[in-house]
């Protein structure tokens, strides 16, 4: 991580003053509160440092800025680099820390996982965790930043798409306990490959035992045994298994898991989401919570932000899936909803991308099992899955042109999965 030299003899410690006095930190002068730190960004659409002297006017108590102009300013408190001073602030403030932290990553499911955590753990403990998909350089330490004094539990999401990023959120975040899902294919042209996915996720398991954490794993992950191999402070948990913690998949439309004669129902469709209740249960258990507690918590979850999630619209049962997409979480998808015994099933799938030169291949092999499967209707939307279909009626290159489709043409009285990556948009088909 980049060093950072602050003017005037600002330090790490008088950073963390400042935070100590501060409601918040926020990076949107915009969003500005009186009372946060406003820290400048310099993104590709604009520079934070421009916003400065707004943030201020709105009530900040300072602001983070590193354009040598504002120096001297008042309010200013300036960084030769407001990300990497940014990145090291959160650091230092989650070195304050008293209480576990537990990071999670992986290709597919992290983020529901996460969800299914927290109300876990919070049947026992005051927990934070990881607001929406603030699991990337910035929005690790912005998550950091804003665990309260209170807590008693932490729980970091971490995101990557390309080599050493969760090395590099490991050493900010450097947690004690970590997690990872899965290892799919996700983000195959920033990793190289699907090797490049595992070598690149498996970061976070390598950071835990070079600082003498604690692994959880799951036994299905055979691909990630060669890593832990050997390591001593590893928690396992799996379907069925006599090895850790166990339990097994009940069959059903939504995800139900059943761990000795205790059943935990859920509100997450898809028989794939057990691997993610299981976790949740293994973690808690191993923290000390009721299995009881944590099964009526995660009874009482309900997703959303269109991930797993069930919802009726205009006549149709949708399962709104279209937060975001790779080949091994489309294939799931697309398998649990073949399963299902509803009709007629009407199946949208919109392109996955960052697959590089894997995409053609893939969006041939996705397409190929949605044919072979029971669907009343085949939709695809976008240029991968064009160039792999071909001519017909129910293509369309855009979800725009789809949307105008179906304001012609209502799709009605159907169980419909909308699944795709998050650039194609297609919860913008609910309304």
């Given at each position: 991580?980049?060093?950072?030299?602050?003017?005037?003899?600002?330090?790490?410690?008088?950073?963390?003053?400042?935070?100590?006095?501060?409601?918040?930190?926020?990076?949107?002068?915009?969003?500005?509160?009186?009372?946060?730190?406003?820290?400048?960004?310099?993104?590709?659409?604009?520079?934070?440092?421009?916003?400065?002297?707004?943030?201020?006017?709105?009530?900040?108590?300072?602001?983070?800025?590193?354009?040598?102009?504002?120096?001297?300013?008042?309010?200013?408190?300036?960084?030769?680099?407001?990300?990497?001073?940014?990145?090291?602030?959160?650091?230092?403030?989650?070195?304050?820390?008293?209480?576990?932290?537990?990071?999670?990553?992986?290709?597919?499911?992290?983020?529901?996982?996460?969800?299914?955590?927290?109300?876990?753990?919070?049947?026992?403990?005051r927990t934070y965790a990881t607001k929406g998909n603030y699991n990337n350089h910035i929005g690790v330490p912005?998550?950091?930043?804003?665990?309260?004094?209170?807590?008693?539990?932490?729980?970091?999401?971490?995101?990557?798409?390309?080599?050493?990023?969760?090395?590099?959120?490991?050493?900010?975040?450097?947690?004690?306990?970590?997690?990872?899902?899965?290892?799919?294919?996700?983000?195959?042209?920033?990793?190289?490959?699907?090797?490049?996915?595992?070598?690149?996720?498996?970061?976070?398991?390598?950071?835990?035992?070079?600082?003498?954490?604690?692994?959880?794993?799951?036994?299905?992950?055979?691909?990630?045994?060669?890593?832990?191999?050997?390591?001593?402070?590893?928690?396992?948990?799996?379907?069925?298994?006599?090895?850790?913690?166990?339990?097994?998949?009940?069959?059903?439309?939504?995800?139900?898991?059943?761990?000795?004669?205790?059943?935990?129902?859920?509100?997450?469709?898809?028989?794939?989401?057990?691997?993610?209740?299981?976790?949740?249960?293994?973690?808690?258990?191993?923290?000390?919570?009721?299995?009881?507690?944590?099964?009526?918590?995660?009874?009482?979850?309900?997703?959303?932000?269109?991930?797993?999630?069930?919802?009726?619209?205009?006549?149709?049962?949708?399962?709104?899936?279209?937060?975001?997409?790779?080949?091994?979480?489309?294939?799931?998808?697309?398998?649990?909803?073949?399963?299902?015994?509803?009709?007629?099933?009407?199946?949208?799938?919109?392109?996955?991308?960052?697959?590089?030169?894997?995409?053609?291949?893939?969006?041939?092999?996705?397409?190929?099992?949605?044919?072979?499967?029971?669907?009343?209707?085949?939709?695809?939307?976008?240029?991968?899955?064009?160039?792999?279909?071909?001519?017909?009626?129910?293509?369309?290159?855009?979800?725009?042109?789809?949307?105008?489709?179906?304001?012609?043409?209502?799709?009605?009285?159907?169980?419909?999965?909308?699944?795709?990556?998050?650039?194609?948009?297609?919860?913008?088909?609910?309304?």
């Amino acid at each position: 991580m980049a060093g950072f030299f602050i003017f005037e003899a600002m330090s790490v410690t008088q950073l963390l003053e400042i935070h100590s006095r501060c409601s918040g930190v926020e990076i949107d002068s915009r969003k500005v509160k009186p009372g946060n730190l406003f820290v400048a960004l310099k993104g590709e659409q604009a520079d934070g440092n421009k916003f400065a002297q707004k943030a201020l006017d709105a009530g900040a108590i300072a602001a983070l800025v590193d354009d040598p102009a504002l120096k001297d300013q008042p309010g200013m408190v300036w960084a030769e680099d407001a990300l990497a001073a940014l990145q090291q602030l959160a650091t230092a403030y989650r070195k304050t820390f008293s209480f576990p932290v537990l990071a999670l990553t992986g290709s597919n499911g992290k983020t529901t996982t996460k969800e299914l955590l927290y109300a876990a753990l919070s049947t026992k403990y005051r927990t934070y965790a990881t607001k929406g998909n603030y699991n990337n350089h910035i929005g690790v330490p912005l998550t950091l930043l804003s665990v309260p004094k209170d807590a008693e539990f932490a729980i970091i999401e971490m995101g990557a798409n390309h080599q050493g990023e969760i090395a590099m959120l490991s050493e900010i975040a450097r947690p004690e306990y970590g997690f990872i899902t899965n290892i799919g294919k996700a983000h195959l042209e920033g990793f190289g490959g699907l090797a490049g996915v595992k070598k690149g996720k498996s970061e976070l398991y390598r950071f835990l035992m070079a600082n003498s954490g604690t692994i959880f794993f799951n036994n299905a992950n055979e691909v990630l045994e060669d890593v832990v191999a050997g390591y001593d402070k590893v928690i396992r948990f799996g379907i069925g298994t006599a090895d850790g913690f166990s339990g097994e998949i009940l069959p059903g439309d939504f995800a139900r898991i059943k761990v000795g004669d205790t059943e935990i129902a859920s509100s997450l469709v898809g028989s794939f989401n057990g691997q993610n209740i299981l976790a949740a249960l293994c973690i808690g258990d191993h923290f000390g919570c009721s299995l009881e507690a944590m099964a009526s918590a995660i009874a009482a979850y309900l997703p959303d932000n269109n991930r797993s999630q069930w919802l009726e619209h205009n006549g149709n049962h949708y399962i709104s899936d279209a937060y975001n997409a790779n080949p091994s979480s489309m294939s799931a998808a697309i398998a649990h909803f073949a399963s299902m015994p509803v009709q007629p099933k009407v199946l949208i799938i919109g392109d996955m991308m960052e697959l590089g030169e894997e995409a053609a291949a893939e969006h041939a092999a996705i397409l190929q099992q949605a044919l072979r499967s029971d669907f009343q209707r085949i939709i695809t939307v976008g240029t991968f899955f064009g160039a792999a279909r071909g001519a017909s009626p129910d293509h369309f290159d855009t979800t725009e042109a789809l949307l105008e489709y179906i304001r012609e043409h209502p799709i009605q009285q159907r169980y419909i999965l909308l699944k795709g990556s998050r650039k194609m948009g297609l919860e913008r088909l609910l309304g």
